[in-house]
């Protein structure tokens, strides 16, 4: 398909509607994204015509929906080309999808002393869980440091995979910097010691194609929203063998062969991960958003996406006082900045009143601020629906806002 | 002049504005004006929690009314911090903690300002308030 920008922008409603009596301009993409028609209107039409409850019922409701949900896993397994459809675990997002490897893992091989590596770029949501399970064993979490690049020592993390080392928790693209990270080759390097690796792909899903198959990746997590799609779902990947070690993390109907006041004997894959009535209708919006960009084409996605990325960069280094953070080699459509003298407050507050919507703040990423010594960034993230010419009133927005704050 | 006085007085100047524009620059302007705090009271307990950005909020009392001073490094928020100072300060205990601040409403803060922003005003009046109840149970003793 013709890469038909227009198009394009007329498949997501929100788009056309005005904020402060400006036309919308939406630059926070890496928060979440907005949502093209077919997913809104799959969402509807699950309510309007296909509601009922998944496994259960003998009923045709329950048998349609059923194969429904289960397509939608099996849409999910091919995107991301894993080897079965029960390696993908629906849940409620990547927060959600990392907490359940934390725990689960955490509870099997998880004792005292052992170390958990995790990177300084990472979200809170990579960060939390893993420092809970260190608390409740008594583990150790080590994190990969970066260059003022953005970028992760690659000669550090070497350092730091040991006997000790129980898992690597990375992401692959920064939310804050935008960096990419080199994530075969820090999956291959713990493999050669026999370490799992899990990577939190909520950044990267919307602007890359995953091969789980090829990364080898023994966990790979995504949130739903941040991919076109719904709210309230999310992905876990993970191999085989390693769901099946794992012991359940939330329990509950759906998840039992059998149960007695005495035993409960497990379900097994993916349901034994799926406790209670799951976001049926999100399973679905998401397959649908999945299946939409691939039409589009994930390559093409990321070539648009690459050059807005550097006509963005260039016009704000022009601006004086302007200093990006996160200058990686290897970066996606994300650019963190700070101005001389500003606070990012103050700028995405008139930006907003522009019509503009950026992220300010530290982004869950606090460790990395300290790092750079800062409060917060103003970040600008782009999505294949953005355009120059919204960069461009972007760019006047934020000259207007440094003329009004000085 | 009452609290209402100057909420009313606050008023009339956003009314002169016809855009946005405008009154974020005068925010900004009374932002410069502020009885700023002292360094020495920039401290940790003088942070008030829930804004995006540092406000630190200090009082005393003289002579039975609550005086304040403030600092935020953020300059929207400085003249957010400006205009609180401006209707509450000078005021006894009891003033500040009945007072009801309806003009937030109509000079159209609440609505133009972001809802995180708008947290960051609430922390900040809560403390003000929490200040005076604590002067007035000092009364009381
Ligand atoms: C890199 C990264 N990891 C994890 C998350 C958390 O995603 P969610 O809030 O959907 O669970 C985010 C979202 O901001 C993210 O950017």
Redesign the interface.
């Known amino acids: 398909m013709n890469f038909d920008i227009n198009k394009i922008r007329a498949d997501f409603p929100i788009l056309s509607r005005k904020v402060?009596g400006k036309p919308l301009i939406y630059l926070d993409n890496g928060a979440t994204t907005q949502k093209p028609k077919v997913v809104i209107d799959a969402i509807e039409d699950y309510y309007t015509n296909q509601n009922a409850n998944i496994h259960r019922g003998v009923h045709t409701l329950s048998q349609e929906i059923t194969v429904a949900y289960e397509n939608a896993r099996a849409t999910v397994q091919k995107h991301l080309n894993a080897e079965h459809p029960h390696e993908i675990i629906f849940t409620k997002g990547t927060s959600d999808s990392i907490n359940l490897v934390a725990s689960s893992f955490g509870k099997k091989y998880i004792s005292e002393g052992d170390e958990i590596i995790i990177s300084a770029m990472e979200h809170h949501s990579n960060i939390l869980p893993w420092q809970q399970v260190c608390e409740e064993k008594g583990a150790i979490l080590k994190v990969i440091p970066i260059n003022e690049q953005g970028e992760l020592i690659l000669s550090e993390y070497k350092r730091l995979l040991t006997v000790k080392t129980k898992i690597v928790a990375i992401t692959h693209i920064s939310n804050t910097l935008g960096t990419i990270n080199p994530i075969e080759e820090i999956i291959a390097l713990a493999h050669v010691k026999n370490i799992p690796v899990l990577i939190d792909g909520a950044q990267a899903v919307p602007h890359t194609s995953v091969d789980v198959q090829l990364l080898s990746a023994d966990f790979y997590v995504f949130s739903g929203h941040k991919l076109f799609g719904p709210t309230g779902v999310g992905i876990l990947y993970g191999k085989e063998k390693w769901l099946n070690e794992l012991p359940p993390y939330q329990v509950g109907g759906g998840v039992i062969k059998t149960v007695t006041f005495e035993k409960t004997e497990y379900a097994d894959l993916p349901l034994k991960f799926e406790a209670g009535t799951p976001n049926i209708e999100g399973a679905i919006g998401l397959a649908v958003a999945i299946d939409y960009i691939n039409k589009i084409e994930l390559n093409k996605i990321a070539t648009y996406e690459h050059n807005l990325l550097v006509y963005a960069t260039e016009a704000l280094q022009k601006i004086e006082g302007v200093k990006i953070i996160g200058t990686a080699k290897n970066k996606a459509s994300v650019i963190s900045f700070v101005i001389e003298g500003?606070?990012?407050?103050?700028i995405?507050?008139?930006l907003?009143?522009l019509g503009i919507a950026v992220r300010?703040?530290h982004h869950c990423t606090q460790p990395l601020m300290q790092f750079y010594g800062l409060?917060?960034t103003v970040r600008a993230s782009f999505a294949f629906y953005n355009t120059q010419v919204e960069i461009d009133v972007f760019i006047n927005g934020i000259e207007r806002a440094i003329k009004?704050?000085r | 002049m009452s609290i209402e006085e100057t909420e009313q007085e606050i008023i009339d100047e956003f009314e002169l504005f016809d855009d946005?524009?405008q009154r974020?620059?005068h925010l900004?302007d009374l932002g410069k004006s502020m009885p700023l705090i002292k360094d020495l009271y920039k401290t940790e307990d003088k942070l008030i929690k829930g804004c995006?950005?540092?406000v630190w909020m200090h009082s005393e009392l003289k002579d039975g009314n609550v005086f304040f001073t403030a600092d935020s490094?953020?300059?929207?928020?400085k003249g957010m911090v400006a205009l609180m100072i401006r209707v509450l300060s000078g005021h006894t205990p009891e003033e500040i903690m009945h007072s009801k601040l309806n003009f937030i409403e109509t000079i159209g803060l609440t609505k133009?300002?972001?809802p995180t922003?708008s947290n960051g005003l609430l922390s900040m009046i809560k403390q003000m308030k929490l200040d005076a109840i604590a002067y007035r149970s000092t009364f009381e003793n």
Do not use: K, V
């Open positions: 402060n500003l606070h990012p407050f103050d995405g507050t008139i907003d009143q300010t703040g409060q917060g009004m704050l | 946005w524009m974020y620059e900004i995006q950005s540092s490094d953020a300059i929207i928020t133009h300002l972001s922003r």
